[in-house]
Each structure stands twice: as structure tokens, then as C-alpha cells.
């Protein structure tokens, strides 16, 4: 198979890995809340998401829309003009 996409991750990066993706799941099966990481979780999680986009030839959300956190929500500024949206 030609369209594989093979990564090699330490140990601690493989277990937070499994352990986002079942509290997700969890979230979206029972609407379980998904606590937040550690810094080292975070930093891990970072780079296997950096290293699977590179290996799938994506822009990561971050670069694309110029948020440096993907799941920021940017509000639109408002008008200071009274025009219309």
C-alpha cells in the first residue's frame, strides 16, 4: 500500500495519544468533559500533529487562518463605523 502513513512515537507520546482520542470519544459518546493537559501532554500531542500534517502534506489550521492555537476562536472586530456586516 502506497498511501500509507507510518509513525514512530516514544512511548509517553503513544499514551497521550490514546488517552485525547478515548476522553474525545468519550466527550462525543456521553458528553464526558475533556480535561485539560499537561504541558508536557500538550507539547508531545503538538509535535505528533505537526509530524502527521508533514506526513500528509497539510497546513496546520494555525498557519492557515494565523491563530496560534487551532481550537482559538477569533471573534470578528466590530464595526466602529456603523456599517453593516
Excluded: Q
Amino acid at each position: 500500500m502506497t498511501d500509507d502513513v507510518v509513525l514512530r512515537l516514544d512511548r509517553a507520546s503513544a499514551e497521550d495519544l490514546y488517552e485525547v482520542l478515548w476522553l474525545v470519544g468519550e466527550h462525543l459518546a456521553a458528553g464526558a468533559p475533556i480535561p485539560a493537559l499537561s504541558h508536557e501532554a500538550n507539547e508531545r500531542l503538538g509535535r505528533v500533529i505537526s509530524t502527521l500534517g508533514h506526513s500528509l502534506g497539510k497546513i496546520a489550521p494555525s498557519k492557515r487562518v494565523g491563530l496560534g492555537r487551532p481550537w482559538a476562536v477569533r471573534e470578528r472586530p466590530r464595526s466602529t463605523h456603523g456599517d453593516r456586516e
